[in-house]
């Protein structure tokens, strides 16, 4: 009868028939959308509804099995790539040091068979003094950088320290080489 007294009951009949519209009959969606064309607070309520279902119909990127699964799968990647590294970081520094004692050996059997007992003490202490600071700081170094280094980066920086210890020691021969000539030269 009266248009105020029944607008309130109306209108929360409304709202629930926003809320649940995949419970309505065609008609009665027809009656809520007549009802939302002249009252503001239901479209209000219809739009953000709309809104929020679509967004809980989405599939959330997280909500596959997803999240610790991949974690898991990826760390265990991850460990046995490092292990490998570490391996093949082994393998190789165990290469270079039985290709550096086979030089040196070369070296000195050479070196002993063609210089005096004397010449080959003195030589070899002169050049051993400069070579054994150098190597020193190096291994200092070295054990510096792989504490921090992350394990991308740890063949690469073990590769390039290795060269520089096989250089330093074909200078550290050389070097003694080159004292030799010249103490011989002069004598
Ligand atoms: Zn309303």
Not at 84 to 105: C, D, G, M, Y
């Amino acid at each position: 009868m009266n248009s105020m007294k029944g607008k309130p009951m109306n209108h929360k009949k409304f709202e629930q028939m926003i809320l649940t519209p995949e419970a309505l009959t065609a008609e009665e969606r027809e009656e809520v959308d007549r009802h939302i064309a002249t009252c503001e607070s239901c479209r209000k309520l219809s739009l953000q509804w709309q809104k929020a279902s679509r967004m809980l119909n989405q599939p959330l990127p997280m909500a596959a099995p997803a999240p610790g699964f991949s974690a898991r799968f990826a760390q265990s990647i991850e460990k046995r790539k490092e292990a490998e590294q570490q391996k093949q970081v082994r393998s190789f520094i165990t290469i270079l040091v039985i290709s550096l004692l086979a030089a040196v050996l070369i070296f000195a059997v050479i070196y002993y068979s063609t210089n005096s007992l004397e010449t080959i003490i003195k030589n070899t202490a002169n050049a051993s003094a400069q070579m054994l600071f150098l190597w020193e700081s190096l291994k200092a170094i070295i054990s510096t950088v792989t504490g921090f280094l992350p394990t991308v980066l740890l063949i690469p920086f073990l590769l390039t320290a290795a060269s520089a210890m096989l250089t330093l020691t074909l200078l550290w021969l050389v070097s003694i080489w080159k004292l030799t000539l010249q103490k011989e030269t002069v004598q």
